[in-house]
């Protein structure tokens, strides 16, 4: 049982340029999410999907695009990478609709954008 | 605005030293109350979730409370093995669904 996974573990881009973060979950969970982590800033919310078939907006939302191919699997894609998006990117998925239920994380994308 | 704080931002202790980390929010009006905790490298994993006032959920040397401005982490003679952030997040009505991090506590525990 692996859990979430997420590929690639470390990734370097420079600006401009274009890439997707996968995220695959084997627990049968409905909702799916993807965080950002920056030094001194708490995990911040930029794309979720409630259940399969649809995906919502977060607090950070702009550059980048989703989508939920699946129950199983949440991609997030930047389309032109800039500096800013230099973060460490955290899926995350749950059982329920809505945050009332645990999320279980993978353990990141480690992303930096010269 | 809805607003999560967490003290210390650093805390060392000795092994068997007890002490606790609090979190402090300011929300519209508060659904859930959860503790993670995150090894370096790692994704956080879940450890608590608090809905009301007077709330408490253990495990292990963890305990978790809450009252209606803030929840504590009292960690009992801690041990080194329990070294690691611990993240605080709240869910607010105003929110909807997303979750309000706090910034952590990063807890150092030496034998």
């Known amino acids: 049982n692996a859990g979430v996974t997420q590929t690639p573990k470390f990734q370097v881009l420079k600006t401009g340029q274009s890439m997707t973060l996968q995220c695959a979950q084997d627990?049968?969970?409905?909702?799916m999410y993807w965080y950002r982590q920056d030094p001194g800033m708490g995990l911040r919310l930029i794309y979720y999907?409630?259940?399969?078939?649809?995906?919502d907006k977060g607090e950070v939302p702009n550059g980048y695009n989703v989508s939920r191919l699946n129950k199983r699997e949440f991609s997030l894609r930047l389309e032109s990478a800039a500096p800013s998006q230099t973060s460490v990117y955290f899926c995350?998925?749950?059982?329920?609709?809505?945050?009332?239920?645990?999320?279980?994380f993978g353990n990141g994308t480690r992303l930096t954008v010269t | 605005e809805d607003q999560v704080t967490q003290s210390p931002e650093a805390l060392r202790l000795q092994e068997g030293e007890s002490s606790s980390l609090n979190c402090s929010y300011t929300?519209?009006?508060?659904?859930?109350l959860f503790w993670y905790r995150q090894d370096p490298g790692k994704g956080p994993e879940f450890l608590f979730t608090?809905?009301?006032a007077g709330e408490e959920k253990e495990k292990e040397r963890l305990k978790a409370t809450l009252t209606k401005k803030e929840s504590f982490l009292h960690i009992t003679a801690p041990k080194p093995e329990d070294s690691a952030t611990y993240l605080c997040?709240?869910?607010?009505?105003?929110?909807?669904?997303?979750?309000?991090f706090g910034k952590g506590t990063t807890l150092s525990v030496s034998s």
């Open positions: 995350a998925s749950s059982a329920g609709g809505f945050h009332n239920s645990p999320l279980h």
């Open positions: 627990m049968n969970h409905n909702s």
């Open positions: 999907s409630a259940s399969e078939g649809t995906t």
């Open positions: 929300v519209s009006g508060l659904r859930g």
């Open positions: 608090l809905y009301s």
């Open positions: 997040a709240v869910q607010a009505t105003r929110s909807g669904t997303a979750l309000i």
